[in-house]
């Protein structure tokens, strides 16, 4: 059974950074694709950013320069490092592992621009 947990969301100020991360139990996690999304309020989810188990990324024109997805294979956990944050970015942020037979979702967390 694979499950995600993600940690790091919180309040913070125009310009400032979070890192998020989300640490997956089980044993598919090395050759998954890792994800994090978004939902804001009124919106439907988006991608944020995306990371191969080859370590292949692609992110959202709206992060691209600011954000920056990384994974620890060792620990089974993914990053997400959010840089010059914008009001913008405020939704809750989704982990998801994408592998063949699996699309598994964290619970979310909340990242909160605001001044």
């Known amino acids: 059974q694979v499950q995600l947990v993600e940690s790091g969301g919180g309040l913070v100020q125009p310009g400032g950074s979070l890192r998020l991360s989300c640490a997956a139990s089980?044993?598919?996690?090395?050759?998954?694709?890792m994800g994090w999304y978004r939902q804001a309020p009124g919106k439907e989810r988006e991608l944020v950013a995306r990371?191969?188990?080859?370590?292949?990324?692609n992110y959202a024109n709206s992060v691209k320069g600011r954000f920056t997805i990384s994974r620890d294979n060792a620990k089974n956990t993914v990053y997400l490092q959010m840089n010059s944050l914008k009001p913008d970015d405020t939704a809750v942020y989704y982990c998801n592992l994408n592998r063949q037979y699996y699309n598994i979702w964290g619970q979310g967390t909340q990242v909160t621009v605001s001044s």
């Open positions: 089980g044993t598919i996690f090395s050759i998954s694709t």
């Open positions: 990371i191969t188990s080859d370590y292949s990324t």
